[in-house]
């Protein structure tokens, strides 16, 4: 794989952020949004991440934006839910199938002990198998599957949710923990 830098996301980074979303819509893959979306329509939506605690990053090779994630809150925010939090993530069409995005979530899950996340909640389209598989590599555990709930280009799709617990510190497989535990 190319090297892949990952830093926080910035407003400069919007119009990438934007075209990578709009990327998405039309193979009915990621995303809900069946029309393109513009930044002036994500302005307020990229101000309202917080990098202390919800960030926004992007992936960049060769000083080019490939793909992007973020953090939201789950159940619209409410405090007893601040521990967990939403992964959303996009990859640049013509960088899929890189491994990219396993690379990606990888790094976004070794970040959430840092933001105080201790479970990672990964959602996609009952058809989408490359996030399928993603999850089940990282040891995302299925938790619900809510049937035909959306229409997606004509078909009626579901909706899989996936949970991973995380750690307070992230351990390497095989690698001492120095608790005995992991």
């Known amino acids: ?15 990438a952020i934007v075209e990578i979303y709009n990327q998405s819509i039309p193979g009915g893959w990621s995303t809900a949004d069946t029309k393109p979306v513009t930044v002036a329509d ?3 939506w990229f101000r309202n991440f ?3 605690k919800r960030p926004i990053w992007v992936a960049e090779i060769g000083g080019q934006v490939v793909a992007w ?7 619209a925010g409410r405090p007893a839910y601040d521990a967990t939090a939403e992964i959303s993530m996009y990859i640049s069409t013509a960088h ?3 491994g990219i995005g396993r690379h990606l979530k990888r790094w976004v899950i070794e970040q959430c002990p840092r933001l105080g996340v201790t479970t990672l909640l990964s959602m996609h389209f009952d058809h989408n198998e490359a996030t399928r598989r993603i999850n089940e590599s990282l040891g995302f555990q299925p938790m619900g599957h809510l049937t035909e709930i959306a229409v ?3 078909q009626q799709r579901g909706l899989v949710i996936w949970a991973l617990r995380i750690p307070s ?3 390497e497989p095989g690698a001492a923990s120095g608790t005995g535990e992991v």
């Open 96 to 98: 899929h199938r890189r």
């Open 69 to 75: 994630a973020s953090l939201s809150s789950f159940y």
């Open 152 to 154: 997606v280009q004509g």
């Open 1 to 15: 794989m190319e090297d892949i830098a990952i830093r926080d996301a910035t407003e400069v980074d919007l119009p």
């Open 50 to 52: 917080d990098p202390a």
């Open 169 to 171: 510190e992230i351990v």
């Open 42 to 44: 994500r302005i307020q």
